[in-house]
Structure formats: structure tokens, C-alpha cells
């Protein structure tokens, strides 16, 4: 017999079956029956096995009522339950340090009778997170637990609050604007110091081998002008060609990349390697391997290799590389025609979200606030979509279920202008839930056509001026904003922002939340029916092969785990669906 129990249980009473050696149920044994005795034999973590030997007692009464008492011992029932037997056993036996733990029982005339039980670090009695410490201790949905949706799709119900909301925006609108820090051009600034830069090298130095023509300087852009070097023979310290490259990315910079443009004219089996010094172990680490050194070649071929922040001096940002070859043959060339190695800043200053908000608005400066726009900060919608089709200038139909029980006239519709690359906002006047059609105050200078961008933004108040908003000037992508530095420039400055204004809105969408993958491919929602499931769902197969764990309306196997004589998970299979 074989059951699971988690590590430190204590004060475990068991019902043991005991068998004559016949094979039917034993009865009238007692604490002082011939022969009888008890042990535990335990499998410890370090693989020794340890028998620690017992001898059965008379419980106090005796009764099966009796508090617990170490190895106490007392027949159940010998007519309704035959061979049943109550048997305490000390804690001793569950003790952490152990795999499993097997108890024995023999007598005079009995088939010994064992019991195993695999000691675990779960308690399955505990229904809210089966003794797992870093899951909420509290039921899902209830304070402190686990979020789920009511209504589905994880709503998160109640969770934009105006109150909420007011508080958040408060928060944003509360520091002082500070002209110096706070403008989009400060912000541009920051961002484009935060952006990839790439680095040219600013020395060269030939250890070893001949230097046929160039410098570093001819490193700097490819232009088949080449940085070229040729072994020497004998070798040197294993080596008939080692020469560095110098570089220096400044300080508060991490290094990203190397790329280095070329090719080594060489006979076959002659390649050179690429290393980067590492100034945590104060040696050179080799950053090429087989598949990447330069091989023989006639033309130029591109090798990109990662680099760490270790292959950083933190004083000065100084970064050396070097290249390398066991060729002595003298008539091997190795042409270097561009090498750049690229880098990111560890933090980009001012790039909070006080100095973005405080520079779209500029409250102090131009008079405008969000009270005399018009806003309300408790009502904050947030949609995107795709034309379907237009009717005219200010009638479109979108891929958009318009609802019913919400009254959206007022609120702000964008529109981007595929054709044109522009943004142009209108206020919703009607909408007509039946057909998903939308009707604006007045015509867009264009007319919405299949596959132009819609954005709610809200309902509120917008000025005449701030009907148009430039693609480069808010909309941007972030990624773009990353590693694009045409993007950044083309940020407009504050004064071009004063007579705009920006929308309020009604609801937060959360669906694109639920939808988020988190791991691999498992998204948010998919890992919260996954936690249910092995929190809350019905379970079968313990102690065999395989073992399910069931969705929470019992329709399917949500968690199917094959595990081995320990317990232990070999394979998961999951139904997301």
C-alpha cells in the first residue's frame, strides 16, 4: 500500500489491514500478541536507508477515541471491520529529510504488513493553495486571492473605479512643471540618448603579425578599404596573426553587439577567431566558435556576435577586441573592412511619466488644464479597430460590435488616413448598433475607407485646432521609438502642442490584457485557468502513472501529468482550450 502525506505531519494516526498468512482478515491482535513489533524504514534525501525499530503500546482506555499516543496500537471492530487496526505512528516517520517512508508491522502467524507513504511538500487537505506558500492564502476572487472575471474575459470587474482613476490621475497631475526637464524636446533628448548607438573602434594595436596597410580609421564605414594584416612565422604564444581593435562607448552604456565586416584570404582549415576582454576575470573571452570564425573567403561575409556589460570598463567605457589566428603561413591576408560594435544606455533620465504627461499638456505654461477643457478624468475609454467600409465623409461602419446599453455620443473617434499617413478627430454624434455604423459631427477631409484605423478616445470636449494629429508627432510605435532615431526627431516641440487637446474617455478594455503571453505561448488568461484547475479542480489518478487534474465545471482534463514511483512530473500535457 502506497499514499502520499506532506513532510512534517504530525500526530498521524493510520488504519492498517493486517492479513494471516492464509490471506484473510487477522483479528484479536493486541499490543502484547506473540511475535509482534513494529518499525519505520526511511529512503533519507541522501539516499541512505534508515530502519528505526518500535514496539506497539496499549492505548489509554483503550478506546478508538483515545488521543494520539506513538505506536499505539488497538483493534477496530473485529466483527463489522475484520483485520482493521488503528496504529499511531510517531512523527518521526514524516520528519523532513526523507523521500518515502515504509511501515512495518509483524506478529506470529500474520503476513507482514507494510505501508509506504511518499512524503511531499504539498497538502492536499489544504483546499485554498495545497500548503503552496507563494500562491495568495485566500479563496479565488475574495481579498487577497487569485482575480478572476465574473463576467468573462477577464473584465477584472470593478477594478476602473472613478475614484480609482481620479486618484491615478491625480498622482500623474500633481508634481510642478519644469520647462527645462519637461518638454517633449527634453524628452526627445532623453530618448535619444537612450537609443542603440553604434560605435566606431579609436585605436589599433598589431601584438603580432604584419600590418600590410590601414588603421582602425579604415574600420569606420565599409567601403572596401581595408584594415589589412598578415601572420608572421614563428608564432607567438600559439599565435601567428593577434591584433586589437579599441573602443569606447562612454560610461553608463551596456554593450549589445559586434559586427564586424570582412574576411581572412586564407588556404582551407585556416580561419580567424573573435574575442572581447572580459573585465570581470580580467582575460580575453572567445565571442566566435566554429560555425562564425572568419574562414577562408575572397569577399566580404557579415559576422554578428552578442557581447555582455562585463566586456565593459565601468571607469571609462573602454571595450577591447581581438582577433586571432594560429596561421604562420605569411602569404594569409585577414581583411577587415567595418567593424561596429553597438550599444544601449543602462537608463534614460527624465523619461517619466510626469515629464511626458506635463509636456503634452503644459498646464502651467499656456493656461489649459484638463477643468477648462473639459475633461473628465473618472471616464476613460481605450478601443481600436478597422473600417469597414464608408458611406461618406462623416458615416463609417467598423469592426466593432457597438453596444447597446452604453450611450457613446459625445465620446471622441480618431481615425487614421491610410492613404495620406494622417490622424483626424471627430465627436461621435449617433451610432447605429444594428449595422456597427458610426456618425461623426462633421466630415473627416477624407472619407473612411476599408482598412483605415479607428481609436475611441473618450468623451469630452476637443478645440477646432486639434483636429489633426500627425502621424510622427504622438502615434508612433514604441518600438519604433526604440531604435528609430528618424522617428524621435521628427517629435514635435511644445508650442506645437499648447492649442491641442487630448481626449478623455469611458472604459478600459482589458481583453488585449488577457491575451498577453507571459511564457512561451501560454497568455495570461490560459495561465489563470491553468492555476484553477490544479488549485481548485477535481483530481484522479493519484498514485499511478497518471494523473488528472480537471477544469473547474468538470468538462475536461485540464492538467495531464505522467509521474514516476516518486511523484515526481516526467511530462505535462495541457488543454488550453
Not at 256 to 272: H, K, M, N
Request: hydrophobic share 35%.
Amino acid at each position: 500500500m502506497k499514499q502520499e502525506i506532506e513532510i512534517g505531519t504530525t500526530d498521524y494516526t493510520a488504519l492498517i489491514l493486517i492479513r494471516d498468512t492464509d490471506g484473510a482478515p487477522k483479528t484479536g491482535l493486541t499490543n502484547a500478541s506473540a511475535g509482534i513489533d513494529v518499525c519505520y524504514t526511511r529512503t533519507e534525501t541522501d539516499n541512505d536507508v534508515v530502519l528505526t525499530a518500535g514496539a506497539p503500546v496499549a492505548l489509554a482506555t483503550p478506546a478508538l477515541t483515545d488521543p494520539h499516543l506513538d505506536w499505539g496500537f488497538l483493534e477496530v471492530d473485529s466483527t463489522n471491520a475484520p483485520g482493521l487496526y488503528r496504529l499511531d505512528l510517531p512523527d518521526g516517520v514524516f520528519a523532513s529529510g526523507a523521500w518515502t517512508a515504509v511501515v512495518s508491522l509483524i506478529a506470529t502467524d500474520i503476513d507482514p504488513t507494510q505501508v509506504e507513504y511518499i512524503l511531499v511538500a504539498v497538502d492536499k487537505l489544504d483546499g485554498v493553495r495545497m500548503g503552496l506558500t507563494a500562491l495568495p492564502d485566500a479563496a479565488a476572487d475574495a481579498a487577497g486571492g487569485l482575480p478572476i472575471s465574473d463576467a468573462g474575459g477577464l473584465d477584472l470587474d470593478d477594478l476602473l473605479t472613478t475614484t480609482e482613476l481620479s486618484s491615478a490621475f491625480t498622482e500623474i497631475k500633481g508634481a510642478t512643471w519644469a520647462s527645462s526637464t519637461d518638454t517633449l524636446e527634453a524628452i526627445r533628448d532623453s530618448i535619444t540618448d537612450a537609443n542603440p548607438q553604434n560605435h566606431a573602434a579609436s585605436a589599433n594595436n598589431e601584438t603580432t603579425g604584419t600590418l600590410d596597410s590601414g588603421t582602425y580609421v579604415d574600420t569606420m564605414s565599409e567601403n572596401t578599404t581595408y584594415y589589412q594584416v598578415s601572420p608572421v612565422t614563428p608564432a607567438v604564444d600559439g599565435f601567428g596573426l593577434n591584433v586589437d581593435l579599441t573602443f569606447n562607448i562612454g560610461s553608463g552604456r551596456v554593450c549589445e553587439q559586434l559586427e564586424v565586416i570582412g574576411y581572412f584570404d586564407s588556404g582551407a582549415q585556416r580561419t580567424v577567431q573573435v574575442w572581447a576582454y572580459d573585465y570581470t576575470i580580467s582575460d580575453y573571452v572567445q565571442l566566435s566558435s566554429s560555425t562564425n570564425d572568419f574562414g577562408n573567403s575572397g569577399s566580404n561575409d557579415t559576422y554578428q556576435y552578442p557581447m555582455t556589460n562585463n566586456m565593459r570598463q565601468a571607469s571609462d567605457g573602454e571595450v577591447n577586441i581581438r582577433f586571432t589566428s594560429t596561421s604562420t603561413t605569411t602569404g594569409d591576408d585577414f581583411y577587415c573592412d567595418a567593424v561596429s560594435l553597438s550599444s544601449v544606455a543602462q537608463s534614460a533620465a527624465g523619461l517619466t511619466a510626469d515629464a511626458i504627461q506635463q509636456a503634452v499638456w503644459a498646464r502651467l505654461s499656456s493656461g489649459h488644464d484638463e477643468s477648462t477643457l473639459g475633461y473628465n478624468a473618472s471616464k476613460l475609454f481605450i478601443k481600436h479597430g478597422h473600417i469597414v467600409s464608408g458611406s461618406d465623409a462623416k458615416t463609417f461602419v467598423i469592426d466593432y460590435d457597438l453596444p447597446t446599453d452604453i450611450d457613446m455620443k459625445g465620446m471622441l473617434i480618431m481615425i487614421e488616413d491610410k492613404t495620406d499617413d494622417r490622424y483626424e478627430i471627430r465627436r461621435i454624434v449617433s451610432t447605429i448598433s444594428a449595422s456597427d455604423t458610426v456618425i461623426v459631427d462633421r466630415n473627416f477631409s477624407f472619407t473612411p475607407e476599408a482598412l483605415d484605423d479607428w481609436y475611441f478616445l473618450g468623451q469630452g470636449y476637443t478645440d477646432a485646432s486639434a483636429t489633426e494629429v500627425k502621424q510622427d508627432a504622438i502615434i508612433s510605435q514604441l518600438s519604433d521609438i526604440e531604435t528609430d532615431t528618424t522617428e524621435i526627431a521628427n517629435i514635435p516641440t511644445t508650442a506645437e502642442f499648447e492649442a491641442r487637446s487630448l481626449p478623455s474617455a469611458d472604459y478600459i478594455e482589458t481583453s488585449d490584457i488577457s491575451n498577453t503571453v507571459i511564457e512561451g505561448t501560454v497568455t495570461l488568461q490560459q495561465a489563470l485557468m491553468i492555476m484553477l484547475s490544479a488549485l481548485a479542480g477535481e483530481s484522479d489518478g493519484a498514485m499511478t502513472a497518471t494523473q488528472h487534474f480537471r477544469n473547474t465545471i468538470d468538462t475536461k482534463n485540464r492538467i495531464t501529468a505522467t509521474v514516476d514511483s516518486l511523484g515526481n512530473r516526467t511530462s505535462i500535457t495541457l488543454d488550453l482550450t
